[in-house]
């Protein structure tokens, strides 16, 4: 990663905030996606899949105003587009400071936001790292990585090891629950449902879980049996997500 792709991390950036009963501290960083093909940049208001977005985003704040606002993203299997959706959803309802908005990284074993976005996460401030010192009782503040003045981030250090079995823990369920009190939404970046419960986990957590699927590349008996394991109650819906070609 060369050095205008580092993150930018200045003291004086740090801010703390009140956030609930306990602050949240804020670390800011410059985001530099690698891949803008796949990454829709907001602005570029004429393609299609900028429309898709803020069709979307519109469903979803009609949910705001019905009290749901922490989603969790997932899809059948791994590489079917659930984080680059994940990334393109956060950015689009943070567009403009609309709305106050946490992308969170649940896809413990499989972190890519760090990657995806162009970003550092601080040494030490992996969300399942800060989760284990949680669990062992510290009472220090979530530190999170503000890419925006209205988007903030919660990843995984693509450079450290991650702990994935604290998505286990209650610690995990209470910290989604935490901080979704401090933003508009909060878009929870999650593992795939097949082949493990983990998706489950997320599903307990969040007010309604979307199912990426991507036309040319998932299969309709995964999606069914996705849809069944996940159940009925907190699926909002299944997209299609491929880029325009
Ligand atoms: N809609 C899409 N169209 C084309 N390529 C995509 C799309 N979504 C994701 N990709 C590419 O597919 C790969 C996996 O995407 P990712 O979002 O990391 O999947 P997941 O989080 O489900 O494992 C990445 O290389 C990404 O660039
Ligand atoms: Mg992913």
């Known amino acids: 990663m060369n050095d205008d792709r580092t993150a930018i991390v200045h003291r004086s950036d740090i801010e ?3 956030h609930g009963d306990s602050p949240v501290q ?3 960083a410059w ?5 803008s093909d796949v990454l829709v940049m907001l602005g570029d208001t004429s393609t299609e899949a ?8 519109h469903r979803l704040e009609q949910r705001r105003a019905e009290g749901m606002w922490i989603f969790g993203v997932t899809s059948a299997r791994v590489n079917e587009g659930k984080s680059t959706f994940a990334t393109q959803l956060a950015l689009v309802l943070s567009e403009s400071q609309r709305a106050r908005v946490l992308l969170v990284e649940a896809n413990i074993a499989r972190p890519s936001l760090a990657k995806i976005l162009g970003f550092d996460v601080p040494q030490g401030q992996s969300f399942s790292a800060q989760l284990v010192r949680k669990m062992r009782g510290s009472m220090e503040p979530w530190c999170v990585v503000a890419l925006g003045p209205a988007l903030h981030v919660l990843a995984e250090s693509p450079a450290e090891p991650g702990f994935p079995e604290t998505l286990h823990s209650t610690h995990f369920q209470n910290a989604i629950g935490f901080l979704g009190r401090g933003y508009d939404f909060l878009v929870v970046d999650g593992p795939s449902v097949l082949g493990s419960g983990d998706a489950n986990v997320i599903e307990n957590s969040v007010d309604a879980m979307i199912v990426v699927a991507r036309a040319n590349q998932s299969s309709g008996n995964d999606l069914r049996d996705t849809v069944r394991q996940l159940g009925e109650r907190k699926t909002l819906g299944v997209i299609l997500w491929d880029a325009a070609k």
């Open 50 to 57: 900028s429309a898709q977005l803020r069709i979307i985003r």
């Open 16 to 18: 703390q905030y009140h």
């Open 31 to 35: 985001a530099s996606p690698p891949n």
């Open 26 to 28: 804020v670390v800011t």
